[in-house]
């Protein structure tokens, strides 16, 4: 019946691109088009947390750090519930990390405290033995310019 198609192969290479073509409006398309809603209580970053987030970048810290919790049971054993596509709604650019040298810091906040995050920065080592991750005694040397956030906020 397609004989002829397969005698030509011009007509053969324009109808493998429009079958392609539809395939990519049909599949493809739709997926640009839905971007990811919040789930419901999630809310934009603060200037706090975008200030933390641009530390985050500058250190490198997503070179062995993940964000998403995949849905294996191993990783919501540890980590807790497995990410969902909401949860990221408002990252660009996204820091989910391919590798994950250190723990995945999805929800790290909600199980450590302030002060563990504090000296563990100022030396890993001593809160974490045989801990491989650099210090970062340099994160403290400035204080947060309390009224300037508040002002931008």
Request: glycine share 6%.
């Amino acid at each position: 019946m397609f004989a002829w198609l397969e005698k030509n192969p011009f007509f053969f290479a324009v109808c493998v691109f429009i079958v392609i073509a539809y395939a990519g409006v049909v599949e493809i398309l739709p997926d640009f088009a839905n971007r990811a809603r919040p789930l419901e209580g999630t809310k934009p970053y603060t200037v706090l947390e975008l200030a933390g987030k641009n530390i985050y970048i500058q250190n490198g810290c997503n070179t062995c750090h993940s964000q998403m919790i995949r849905p294996f049971k191993a990783e919501t054993d540890r980590y807790g519930m497995y990410s969902l596509s909401g949860e990221f709604a408002y990252d660009r650019p996204h820091l989910w990390g391919s590798k994950r040298t250190g723990p995945d810091l999805m929800r790290v906040g909600n199980y450590r405290t302030t002060d563990w995050h504090e000296n563990h920065m100022l030396n890993p080592a001593s809160v974490v033995p045989g801990s491989i991750m650099p210090a970062y005694p340099f994160l403290f040397k400035k204080n947060a310019d309390i009224e300037t956030a508040y002002a931008e906020a």
